[in-house]
């Protein structure tokens, strides 16, 4: 499977993303809705934000400490295009594996199923190793089998929790009763914390 920064740019470059909502997701935006004024120093991570939808609406909303990073240059161009307050050093093109910087939060939205599932444990690893002590990870998943050759990849909450469960506390993770539309019955929102 070739996943390479070529592979994704080219998804973009061709608006080939149709796991896009094209806004906000509405179970991330009532997480961050439900964050308190102390929470918007928050050093905030998200992965493989591709248009950074989420980084748009923590934006708006005050939060200044948001980064994302993709290997995408061309996701990361038109986030700062419709978003040109979103400060350029905080977009990172990188290999989220490659990151050398600590979060407090991390907001998962389809990265975790993009990326190639023999890397899923990996992802486990790394996001507890970048991650404050008592850091979280919240956000969304998959919860249903999707495809085997290309992204996204889907899952469920057994296979999941294998991965999560040696590095985190499992706060939540239940079926998200608040998806958009195109992905109702279809999620598993979850809200886990680093030990």
């Not at 997701?25 to 991570?45: R, V």
């Not at 907001?107 to 850091?135: D, H, V, W």
């Amino acid at each position: 499977m070739n996943l390479t920064e070529e592979f994704w740019d080219n998804k973009y470059k061709t608006n080939d993303i149709g796991w896009d909502l094209g806004t906000v997701s509405p179970p991330i935006k009532a997480y961050i809705d439900q964050l308190s004024k102390s929470d918007k120093e928050l050093k905030i991570l998200i992965p493989g934000g591709g248009h950074g939808y989420e980084a748009e609406y923590l934006n708006s909303k005050g939060f200044k400490n948001v980064f994302v990073v993709d290997v995408s240059k061309t996701a990361l161009g038109n986030l700062k295009k419709r978003v040109p307050s979103f400060p350029s050093s905080h977009l990172i093109q990188n290999n989220f594996f490659e990151l050398v910087m600590t979060f407090d939060l991390i907001i998962e939205q389809t990265f975790f199923c993009a990326i190639n599932p023999e890397l899923r444990a990996l992802y486990a690893e790394k996001a507890s190793e970048i991650l404050q002590t008592g850091g979280k990870i919240i956000g969304l998943l998959f919860n249903v089998p999707l495809n085997k050759t290309h992204p996204p990849f889907g899952g469920n909450k057994e296979e999941y929790l294998a991965y999560f469960k040696p590095y985190f506390h499992i706060r939540l993770m239940e079926e998200a009763s608040n998806s958009h539309e195109s992905r109702s019955g279809k999620e598993l929102f979850f809200n886990i914390q680093k030990k």
